[in-house]
């Protein structure tokens, strides 16, 4: 069974910083493109970040560009997002899913609430 769980959410200021992990099992997270999708209050899904198997540069929707960064850490099988500069914009619940190439979705983890307020 291919199980993702995300954990690293929770209350932060404007300007702030957290990192948000994505453990897997049931899966080689190395051998999949790994993706951070969000979901704002109200809004639809909003892809965030990937990382691609394979090697090759991580790719950012462009309201987080320069803030944050997805990385791998594949002996933990295990996926990040470093999220700086934190704007109110960015209060969501985080979602980890694996793809095939942004083109076929498979799991998806349960989310985690990321909040942005003074």
């Known amino acids: 069974e291919v199980k993702l769980v995300e954990s690293g959410g929770g209350l932060v200021q404007p300007g702030g910083s957290l990192i948000l992990s994505c453990a897997a099992s049931?899966?080689?997270?190395?051998?999949?493109?790994m993706s951070w999708v969000r979901q704002s209050p109200g809004k639809g899904l909003e892809w965030v970040s990937a990382v691609k198997n394979g090697g090759g540069p991580s790719i950012y929707n462009n309201r987080v560009k320069g803030r944050f960064t997805v990385s791998r850490d594949n002996a933990k099988n295990t996926v990040l997002l470093q999220m700086n500069n934190l704007k109110p914009e960015g209060t969501a619940v985080y979602y980890c899913?694996?793809?095939?190439?942004?083109?076929?979705?498979?799991?998806w983890g349960q989310g985690t609430q990321v909040i942005v307020s003074s």
């Open positions: 049931g899966l080689a997270a190395s051998y999949y493109t």
């Open positions: 899913a694996h793809s095939w190439g942004l083109v076929r979705w498979g799991s």
